[in-house]
């Protein structure tokens, strides 16, 4: 088949990968717009467009797709499907019907658990200990079409929304290929969502990152995790700079210290939550890069009963 890819992050590129290495023919890459990233927000292409460019194939970066000739130029491509990882803007109701068998997205959750913006995102911080991936025809609704394909993935103790996420693109680039096969050569039989298990993951914003100490140690641990790498999980110090927080490690042997309360010993440095303290492992203070929780206290020296957060934190 003729393929249009859509899809913006890194995540999306093994999915990219495996269109290219299969018998279909990727014909153009819908992604978004160069941005500003990183710490010196340089303006660079999005890491699909960086492969699609390396594979010789035609790059799409329109600002808007309501843009008349947005869908003169996907007519034209003549495609057949249009397979979707991450693009990160929903698709105007009159694209949908360009190609022959629509487009298929590749979504991180087993729907229709966790429809939205950050489906591993909000499994993490729910402590859900299964997710998956869903390849489901697009309509009007938000991830509310047919199913064509799911597979699952344990959720490990340790795992952050990265360490998920690279795990489930993996997985996901072989379910997406085969349900492109599927609808190639007519065997795919798309099912019907119900509305069992049904919950909503919107998009994180960075006071959804804020970690509330007086939270027990369970909930802070798997928001840090939750939001690592992005939008990143953090604190503040007693002066009120903002304070980033690597993904920490719950250590239910200490149970005597006031929630945010710091103590620094020879070997960690520890936080007290609303039940037992979490061991700090990597931190960047404002305008630094991550470093050893221990590292840093050296240096900072917080004195005994300093305590992280602000008191909006606190409830």
Known sequence: MRLLFAGTPAVAVPVL???????????????????????????SASPVKQRALEAGIEVLTPTSLRAPEVRERLVALDLDCAPVVAYGALLPADLLDVPRFGWVNLHFSVLPAWRGAAPVQHAVIAGDEVTGATTFRIEKGLDTGPVFGMLTELIRPRDTTGDLLARLSTAGAGLM????????????????????????????????????????????????????????????????????????????????????????????????????????????????????????????????????????SQS
């Open 17 to 43: 990968e495996a269109l290219l290495d299969s018998e279909h023919e990727v014909v153009a890459v819908l992604t978004r717009p160069d941005a500003a990233s990183g710490r010196g927000r340089t303006v």
């Open 177 to 312: 290929v085969a349900t492109l096969d599927a609808i190639a050569d007519g065997s795919a039989q798309p099912v019907p969502q119900t509305s069992d298990g049904l919950s909503f993951a919107p998009r994180l914003e960075v006071e959804d990152a804020r970690v509330r100490w007086s939270h027990p140690a369970y909930a802070v641990d798997r928001r840090v995790r939750g939001c690592t790498p992005n939008p990143g999980a953090w604190t503040t110090t007693p002066d009120g700079a903002r304070f980033k927080l690597a993904p920490v490690l719950p250590r239910p042997d200490v149970t005597d210290l006031a929630p945010g309360e710091i103590r620094v010993t020879k070997e960690a440095v520890l936080v007290g939550t609303g039940s037992h303290a979490v061991e700090l492992t990597e931190v960047a203070p404002a305008g630094r890069r991550l470093m050893a929780a221990t590292a840093w206290a050296r240096g900072a020296r917080p004195t005994e009963g300093t305590v992280l957060g602000e008191r909006l």
